[in-house]
């Protein structure tokens, strides 16, 4: 009898209780590309917490990062399917870290090696590589006096290396090979033809500014690049006087997430890139650049 009454009693209590909890917890709000708005409802979430998104039989539906807290609402960014009226919790600790030692595992099962990942999209350091076409514009004052005018294109591959320091602040480092290919208008200056074909070896640092946005990350920032000559052969300039320099750069991009465990994503960007003047050239590029990156 006691048994049949407790049983009884667990029938009504339980279902009660787990209602009670559902009601209390935090639920999705709003979504919008890959952030939504989560209403508290008496639940206390931290900017940084890793937060999972369960329907209504507790599945987890989708992982995410809180990344704002005001007042009853919380903003979150998130990879999964998420709906309308879920609820949100905390990912326990302890949980957490045993779900990442999971796909690490599985990816060095599947690899031979692993890599980090994270719910909220590149985190760590990244590395990759971008292909470019540039477009340059010169203007050279010749031994003679006169002036020309020199055009042309050049290709350039680079290794890069991309490090955030904030959610909204990163620096983008740049290795390889730079093309400047000019030609311009015959002139005696020249015994013939201008022109200035010079290989340089790139290194270039980008401050940049991000903003999260549309499954990637928007950005603009400034640096510097600083130019070897490995090879060079001008009839506009004289050799000697082509050395090692450098540009002042200002630039604008996109980086694409491909949004899988392994973290790769699709960097795109525009650079203008504007030679010191000097007493004899004043020189400007404009570049594009695409290629592909790994968070590690």
Not at 1 to 16: D, E, S, T
Not at 165 to 186: H, K, M, Y
Not at 215 to 228: P, R
Request: aromatic share 10%.
């Amino acid at each position: 009898m006691r048994c049949r009454y407790l049983a009884r009693v667990l029938v009504f209590v339980i279902p009660f209780l787990l209602l009670c909890t559902y009601a209390n917890a935090a639920e999705v709000r709003a979504l919008k590309g890959d952030r939504m708005l989560i209403q508290l409802q008496g639940s206390q979430f931290n900017v940084g917490d890793i937060i999972k998104i369960q329907n209504e039989m507790g599945e987890t539906r989708a992982l995410g990062k809180v990344i704002k807290v005001a007042g009853r609402f919380a903003e979150a960014i998130f990879r999964g399917h998420p709906q309308i009226g879920y609820s949100v919790v905390i990912f326990p600790k302890r949980a957490l870290e045993r779900k990442l030692r999971q796909i690490r595992n599985r990816q060095g099962e599947m690899s031979g090696g692993g890599s980090s990942y994270s719910p909220s999209g590149p985190s760590h350091t990244s590395y990759g590589v971008l292909a470019g076409y540039n477009s340059a514009t010169a203007t050279v004052k010749l031994n003679n006096g006169d002036s020309v005018s020199l055009k042309g294109s050049g290709l350039s591959l680079m290794g890069f290396m991309d490090h955030p320091f904030r959610d909204w602040f990163s620096f983008r480092g740049e290795a390889g090979i730079d093309q400047l290919n000019l030609s311009g208008a015959t002139d005696t200056g020249c015994s013939g033809a201008c022109n200035a074909k010079i290989n340089y070896l790139s290194l270039d640092l980008l401050a940049r500014f991000t903003h999260r946005k549309w499954h990637g990350v928007w950005w603009g920032g400034a640096g510097v690049n600083v130019l070897f000559p490995l090879t060079k052969s001008s009839t506009a300039l004289a050799s000697s006087s082509i050395s090692g320099t450098m540009t002042y750069v200002l630039a604008v991009g996109y980086d694409l997430q491909m949004h899988r465990p392994d973290n790769p994503y699709i960097p795109i960007q525009i650079q203008y890139q504007l030679f010191p003047n000097s007493a004899t050239v004043t020189a400007h590029t404009i570049e594009f650049d695409i290629g592909y990156g790994k968070t590690f």
